[in-house]
């Protein structure tokens, strides 16, 4: 049992360069979500999906978008990479409206120079 | 705004000590509560509190939930260094998102 799985796990780009982080889940959950993690800064939602055809924005979605390519799959894609990006990303998932818990993927760690 | 708050941001100990942490809130709407554990990677699951439970346990960890004074503590007894991480609450938002405290780094020393 996977659970929820990223990749890659760690991706150097230069400023300008795009890049798309995977995110999976094998746990038939309706919910899907990508948070950033900075130092002193916790967690912050980037972008979500409470359902497979929609997306929404959270509270940093700047410089990112989002495709729900399905019920399992949930990319997060920056366009034109920025040093103000380089964070540790988790996408996360839950089953719905009923439960509240979400489970995390093991996080991808970006680097942008 | 909603807001989460913890406190201590880092805290040392020693092996065998009792350690409280400490989490408040202001949210519309609360729902719950929730405790996880971060070591290297991801956040991994403890405790979820609601209104019909405001308090938990699961071997050495415990918490309780206030909802009157709109806060929570985690306790870890006797604590061991396998319980050295950081430790983040969170509050359900109205996005169905998550919103995180900054966390408290927690150092158990043997």
């Known amino acids: 049992n996977a659970g929820v799985t990223q990749t890659p796990k760690f991706q150097v780009l230069k400023t300008g360069q795009s890049m798309t982080l995977q995110c999976a889940q094998d746990m038939n959950h309706n919910s899907m979500y990508w948070y950033r993690q900075d130092p002193g800064m916790g967690l912050r939602l980037i972008y979500y999906?409470?359902?497979?055809?929609?997306?929404d924005k959270g509270e940093v979605p700047n410089g990112y978008n989002v495709s729900r390519l399905n019920k399992r799959e949930f990319s997060l894609r920056l366009e034109s990479a920025a040093p103000s990006q380089t964070s540790v990303y988790f996408c996360?998932?839950?089953?719905?409206?009923?439960?509240?818990?979400?489970?995390f993927g093991p996080g991808t760690r970006l680097l942008v120079l | 705004e909603d807001k989460v708050v913890q406190s201590p941001l880092s805290l040392v100990v020693h092996e065998g000590d009792t350690v409280t942490l400490n989490c408040s809130y202001e949210?519309?709407?609360?729902?719950?509560l929730l405790w996880y554990k971060q070591e290297k990677k991801a956040p991994t699951f403890l405790f979820m509190l609601t209104s019909s439970g405001i308090e938990k346990k699961s071997g050495r960890l415990s918490s309780i939930l206030d909802k009157k004074e709109l806060f929570s503590i985690l306790n870890i007894t006797a604590t061991q260094t396998g319980d050295s991480a950081i430790y983040l609450c969170a509050v359900g938002g109205s996005q169905g998102n998550l919103i995180f405290g900054k966390g408290t780094k927690l150092s158990v020393k043997p």
């Open positions: 996360a998932s839950r089953v719905g409206a009923v439960r509240e818990t979400q489970y």
């Open positions: 999906s409470a359902s497979e055809g929609t997306t």
């Open positions: 949210v519309t709407n609360f729902r719950s």
